[in-house]
């Protein structure tokens, strides 16, 4: 069956997921449940549990006050944001580039599955996230540099975490966008593998710790260098070696992917293009933080969605094999894979979660996603 890109399935995906982070009943250990408790203290209270980091959680938490939602609010609005900015990518990349309703439906499942089903449990990266890709599309894509700088704005504000990517930008515009030589990029990947593998832990736990010092706000840093969520957390989990072996595949199946991604671009004889410097780049810095299992799975995100954002610009269309085919095979393959391990792993609390007024309710909106 045909995708075909309306204003209706624009709508109601997005809808469908948001009333899915609704009715979802966060554990005790997910980010979201501490994201309700600290809504509800504020609700209570009127003053912040944990402080604030950025502008996006206490808009939200001042908005819910006013109206008096629920704290499931926070997951439909974070969750919605996240399904409308890929579902709207999606939509404007396969237009642009004219492919068929049946590929364009391919490259839906890889936009909306390719994250974590629970990505929005964080609130403020998921929608850091949606405005950073935002930010890529329309500075490299549209070239509309206002809309592309309002949305890098939002995901600073929306999680701090993300002046990573502002940092990366000077340094492209600064160093790399004037550069056509593919032995320098080439370069570049192979310098920040190694330094990322062998020499960087040193570097990132000092400088991580030297950032938070001189901006005077608390990044966590010592909690994602040495901490629980460090260098060592898989050896501190608790996981057994089948859990870390799982572990292990997720993070190193968006770095070959990522990877894959880069050497494709330079094998192309065409001319390397802004967005594909940009991305080299990206891609390349987040090397640094390979041993920083959390920390580089932030940023591997990113730099995975704007692999994707490639591929398809690409046109998967050509019946000759190449590169971009397997690419796009392999992008499926961890799909599937991942989502499998993570509907598995989290099944209990999914089935606890969503009665069958709920499940069918959602079916419903599926449904007339596909008929419009």
């Not at 991580?208 to 608390?218: A, K, M, T």
């Not at 859990?243 to 880069?262: D, Q």
């Not at 994707?308 to 499926?332: A, E, G, I, P, Y």
């Amino acid at each position: 069956m045909a995708y075909k890109r309306s204003l209706v399935s624009l709508i109601l995906v997005p809808l469908f997921f948001a009333l899915a982070a609704y009715y979802f009943l966060p554990p005790y250990d997910f980010d979201l449940y501490r994201h309700y408790d600290a809504y509800r203290y504020f609700i209570e209270l009127k003053e912040f549990k944990y402080g604030v980091k950025d502008l996006y959680l206490p808009s939200l938490f001042y908005l819910g006050a006013i109206f008096d939602f629920n704290p499931e609010y926070l997951a439909f609005i974070s969750n919605f944001l996240l399904y409308f900015t890929l579902m709207y990518l999606c939509h404007c990349m396969t237009r642009d580039v004219g492919l068929s309703d049946e590929v364009a439906f391919l490259f839906l499942f890889l936009f909306i599955l390719t994250n974590s089903l629970v990505l929005y449990s964080g609130l403020r990266y998921s929608t850091g996230l949606s405005f950073s890709l935002l930010f890529a599309y329309f500075y490299f894509y549209k070239s509309n540099s206002v809309r592309a700088f309002f949305f890098l704005a939002l995901a600073v504000l929306s999680h701090v975490s993300f002046l990573f990517l502002l940092l990366v930008f000077f340094v492209y515009k600064l160093f790399v966008i004037k550069v056509e030589s593919r032995l320098y990029f080439v370069g570049m990947i192979v310098f920040f593998i190694i330094f990322g593998f062998f020499f960087a832990e040193g570097f990132v736990n000092h400088g991580f710790i030297f950032i938070q010092e001189l901006s005077g706000i608390y990044l966590g840093a010592e909690t994602y260098t040495t901490g629980e969520w460090g260098a060592d957390r898989l050896v501190n989990s608790g996981l057994n070696s089948t859990g870390i072996l799982i572990e292990n595949l997720k993070k190193y199946s968006i770095f070959f992917l990522v990877l894959y991604s880069n050497l494709a671009i330079l094998k192309s004889k065409s001319k390397i293009n802004n967005f594909e410097k940009f991305f080299i780049l990206f891609s390349s810095l987040t090397c640094l933080l390979i041993k920083y299992d959390v920390l580089y799975l932030r940023y591997a995100d990113y730099a995975l969605m704007l692999s994707l954002l490639w591929l398809c610009q690409r046109r998967v269309v050509s019946l000759k094999l190449n590169s971009v085919h397997f690419l796009f095979v392999m992008f499926f393959c961890r799909v599937v894979f991942v989502r499998y391990i993570e509907l598995k792993y989290y099944s209990d609390y999914f089935i606890d979660s969503y009665s069958i007024d709920n499940f069918a309710f959602g079916l419903g909106v599926f449904n007339a996603v596909l008929q419009n």
